[in-house]
C-alpha cells in the first residue's frame, strides 16, 4: 500500500519530464538582447517546477563524473580519452529523473573508454 501511494503520481511525472526539458532548452538557448526581466520571470517559473517536482520525491540522477551504472545511465555514445577512468560518465546529453528510488527516466550519457593503442 506505501509503494501505490509513493508511486501514485508516476505517470503524471513522466510526462511532465519534457516539459521540464523544454523550459531548460528554452533558458539555455535565449537569444542576445532578450528583456531580462522576462528572461528572469521564465527563469523564476521553470525553478518552481523544479521545485514542485522535487517536493513530490523527483530528484536528478548524477551522472558527469561518475561511474556508468547501467540502471540510471544509458550510454548513447562513448569517448576516447586518458583524462577519465574507463566507464566513467564525461558527458550528460538528457538529465535522468528518479521518483523516490526508481527510475523514471534514465541519463542519457557518453561513457569514456581507454584510447586505443597504437600499434
Known amino acids: 500500500m506505501a509503494d501505490r501511494t509513493q508511486y501514485a503520481n508516476e505517470e503524471l511525472v ?3 519530464l519534457p516539459i521540464l526539458d523544454n523550459f ?29 517536482l522535487q517536493a513530490q520525491g523527483v530528484s536528478q540522477i548524477p551522472s558527469v563524473g561518475e561511474k556508468f551504472d547501467p ?6 555514445a562513448s569517448e576516447e ?4 577512468e574507463e566507464g566513467t560518465v564525461v558527458e ?7 521518483l523516490h528510488n526508481r527510475v523514471l527516466r534514465p541519463t ?3 561513457v569514456a573508454h581507454p584510447r586505443a593503442l597504437k600499434s
Do not use: C, M, S
Open 14 to 16: 513522466r510526462k511532465l
Open 24 to 52: 531548460r532548452r528554452a533558458l539555455e538557448h535565449a537569444p542576445e538582447g532578450i528583456d531580462r526581466n522576462w528572461f528572469n520571470g521564465i527563469k523564476l517559473v521553470a525553478r518552481q517546477f523544479e521545485d514542485t
Open 71 to 76: 540502471a540510471q545511465h544509458e550510454a548513447i
Open 81 to 84: 580519452t586518458d583524462e577519465h
Open 92 to 98: 550528460e546529453l538528457q538529465p535522468g529523473y528518479r
Open 108 to 110: 542519457l550519457v557518453k
